[in-house]
């Protein structure tokens, strides 16, 4: 396995162990109409924080242990496509959730909701948009590499 | 990525090159070992200028390392 691969697999898991709890973090209070719009600052930095740490820590690990290798035409080609799927479900999520939350804003504006709420949760959408694609990226990266191994 | 059509004798011309290692042509044609893995295995199509890269390594035409296989038409 290249170093590029095994830095797809690290990053897919660990993007997946920091923001799988994250977001069903909020999601809970969300299916109680309520929204933790208070802690969520914190929080958020936090897990950019860890996620951030721990990719940096274990892609230098296998950085000194693997051979030193530039990437090369398939290397670029496999990260061109997951690139490209990545940029349609950013582009087709983030635009399905900025829709729907207009509507919802609508709709809070009419029930005199606070407009911190809504601007947390439109905040959420859009970063939970971005970890979705950034998932799609390195789970098109690991099937790129895994079916022409 | 789809299987390739792009056939070679990469691995025959390895052994007859004093069993070049995959590594060493790797070396040679400046990619990754895991790159010829997948041009021996047909599960990646090189580019012409790897192709030409190659073939230069066995000292070889073209042709005589790559041959396509085009799709036979159904029915």
Redesign the interface.
Known sequence: ??FR?KSAWISLGITLVVFVPYFSRLLGPLTHNEFPTAGILPLFLGAVALQTVLIVVAVIAIAILSRD?PA????R??DA?AHRFAYYVLSTTSAVALLGLVALSVVQSAIEAPLTETVAILSQVVFFCLILAEVVRNVTQVV??R??? | MEPSRVRNHIRRLRFEADEMTQQRLAERVGVTRQTIIAIEGVKYAPSLELAFRIAHAFGRPLGEVFEYEPEVAAG
């Open positions: 396995m290249s691969e290798e090369d035409e398939r290397d080609a496999i496509t790129g590499y079916r022409s191994a």
